[in-house]
């Protein structure tokens, strides 16, 4: 039975009940009474189960099945439906039926907008972030204001970016014994990070016999014009300069520009050959005995400075004039860097602890003061041997070579050295030793002993070199004396901001221990390179430098960050 039909019953007995005319007899009213306790036990059953079942929104379409008090239909709310035991069946809408807002048209945002709550919170907004970003910017020109400010470097040249390598004698410096031998060997100077390569001399110049002077030829003994300008261009490729020896009388014993009286020829004869070796691309010159060219011509030595010092459209790039001299007096060394006017002055000065008849260190450490205080460091070159004294070997003691490799590529200048300085080459009987280098012969004993002795030099010689190169503080920073004595040495290399650079020496056979302290030192340092790795090896972590301990004949370099 629907729902209808049960209110079209339910509406006719209640009409037949209410009919006054119609009273039922008292078998009827038994019957009746006992009809109404089945139907109220069979109500009660029902009800209970109803009462188990959830409260579940039903279907809109089912009516109530009890009428209301005024014998009307009860009307369910929206969405109820009434159930005979009182339960209440809910309708849920679906999710998708739900009204979603969709935000504010563009009417409304313009009414919103001009409200006055609005444009006070737009202009409170507008003023924060211009007080935030005027704050930034005036935050970061305070921290660029009170930043420590870099200082400029200085205007060097190429000769001041490393070490010089010179070679004396183009015949013992390969087995070949020409220029084209010295080609092939670039790329080694290459990996010893070498700057320049000073050459010769090379021409043809007879000993003591000035009429047979030829500057602009090149002696058999050396090899070619054409393999002098293979070597130019190879040296170019990798980064080298080469620098040509013209020192006039380099063979013979009446010094270096002949006689007094021949000086004035000789330096007339040297200006066009200049000339001719500047077309040919070498980027400078070395001559010894300036001061007295200096001092007997001094207007044809002008003339031969400003022929070098001039570039070419060949050559656009600057030229160095190295002079040489004998002298080792540190104030004579100063008086002739002011009067000849070379960029470099290669000199004796160096010539300290471990060489014969030598200054001892404090001397040294005297005399390194003293040029350094007197003449800026870009004019400054340091050097322990050459054509007249030998090699750095022969000079101070065999086992030394290293510690002076060191002072050599640490001190504020450019450093020169001879062929085979960097291997430990010893003068055997002669000035111009054979140089040695390395096959793949096996070698046994005490040859196998010399050549990891040689390797072990250059591998040190190669690394310092390197070293140099990179670090603004050891290519111009300032020199800080820290400590000296007869036969240890302590000085800093700084720059600006730059890792500091402390090297120290002990020249002497037994151990030293330095105390090193002062505003300008940390309390340790790190190790970077050490001639001895057993008592202080590099690398193996930071050391104490108010008790510094070095080796007999002990260097080291150290390194320490800048500390503000």
């Not at 009860?74 to 849920?92: C, F, Q, R, S, W």
């Not at 390969?174 to 080694?188: M, N, P, T």
């Not at 290459?190 to 700057?195: D, E, L, T, Y």
């Not at 340790?524 to 108010?546: E, F, H, Q």
Request: charged share 25%.
């Amino acid at each position: 039975m629907n729902t209808e039909e049960t209110n079209v019953d339910l509406k006719d007995a209640a009409t037949k009940d209410a009919d006054p005319t119609e009273s039922p007899g008292p078998d009827v009213v038994a019957a009746d009474a006992d009809a109404t306790e089945a139907d109220v036990s069979e109500a009660d059953l029902d009800q209970e189960e109803q009462e188990k079942q959830p409260m579940t929104g039903g279907g809109g379409d089912q009516a109530g099945d009890a009428p209301s008090a005024g014998g009307e239909e009860a009307e369910p709310a929206d969405g109820a439906v009434m159930e005979k035991n009182g339960t209440v069946k809910l309708k849920i809408q679906d999710e998708e039926e739900e009204e979603k807002f969709t935000g504010l048209n563009k009417e409304e945002l313009l009414r919103v907008a001009g409200t006055p709550g609005w444009v006070r919170t737009r202009w409170a907004l507008l003023v924060v972030f211009w007080l935030g970003w005027l704050g930034m910017l005036g935050g970061a020109v305070l921290i660029v204001l009170q930043a420590p400010r870099c200082r400029d470097l200085p205007s060097s040249s190429w000769w001041n970016d490393g070490p010089l390598y010179q070679i004396g004698d183009i015949g013992a410096f390969s087995a070949l014994k020409d220029l084209k031998a010295v080609e092939q060997k670039v790329g080694r100077l290459s990996q010893m990070k070498v700057r320049g390569l000073v050459v010769g001399p090379v021409h043809v110049a007879p000993a003591d016999d000035v009429m047979s002077l030829r500057f602009e030829e090149v002696s058999s003994e050396s090899g070619t014009l054409d393999q002098f300008k293979d070597l130019v261009q190879a040296a170019h490729k990798k980064g080298i300069s080469v620098v040509l020896d013209l020192t006039p009388n380099y063979q013979g014993s009446s010094g270096p520009w002949f006689s007094n009286v021949s000086v004035t020829n000789v330096a007339e004869r040297l200006k066009s050959a200049l000339v001719f070796w500047m077309k040919q691309g070498v980027d400078g010159v070395q001559m010894s005995g300036v001061e007295r060219v200096a001092s007997m011509v001094p207007s044809l030595w002008t003339d031969i400075r400003a022929i070098i010092h001039n570039g070419t459209e060949d050559s656009p790039n600057k030229r160095v004039l190295i002079g040489v001299t004998e002298r080792s007096s540190a104030e004579d060394v100063s008086t002739l860097l002011n009067s000849t006017g070379v960029d470099l002055l290669v000199s004796r000065v160096l010539l300290g602890p471990g060489s014969a008849g030598a200054a001892d260190a404090t001397e040294l450490a005297q005399s390194v003061q003293l040029l350094y205080s007197s003449h800026s460091q870009l004019k400054l070159a340091w050097s322990l041997g050459g054509r007249d004294q030998g090699h750095l070997a022969s000079l101070v003691v065999p086992a030394l070579v290293k510690l002076h490799q060191l002072l050599l590529l640490t001190l504020p200048g450019t450093p020169v050295f001879n062929y085979g300085d960097e291997i430990g080459l010893m003068d055997e009987g002669t000035k111009f030793p054979r140089m040695l280098w390395d096959s793949d012969e096996e070698l046994n004993g005490t040859l196998k002993e010399e050549q990891a002795e040689r390797r072990s030099c250059l591998r040190f010689f190669s690394a310092l070199s390197e070293l140099r190169g990179k670090e603004r503080s050891l290519l111009f920073g300032d020199f800080l004396l820290l400590s000296n004595s007869s036969s240890s040495l302590a000085y800093l290399r700084v720059w600006d901001q730059s890792e500091r650079y402390l090297a120290a020496f002990n020249w002497a056979e037994e151990a030293v221990a330095l105390q090193l302290s002062g505003a300008a030192l940390p309390r340790r340092a790190t190790v970077v390179l050490s001639t001895d790795g057993a008592v202080l090896p590099a690398g193996g972590g930071d050391v104490d430098l108010t008790e510094l301990r070095l080796g007999p004949g002990q260097a080291a370099l150290l390194r320490f960050p800048y500390a503000g």
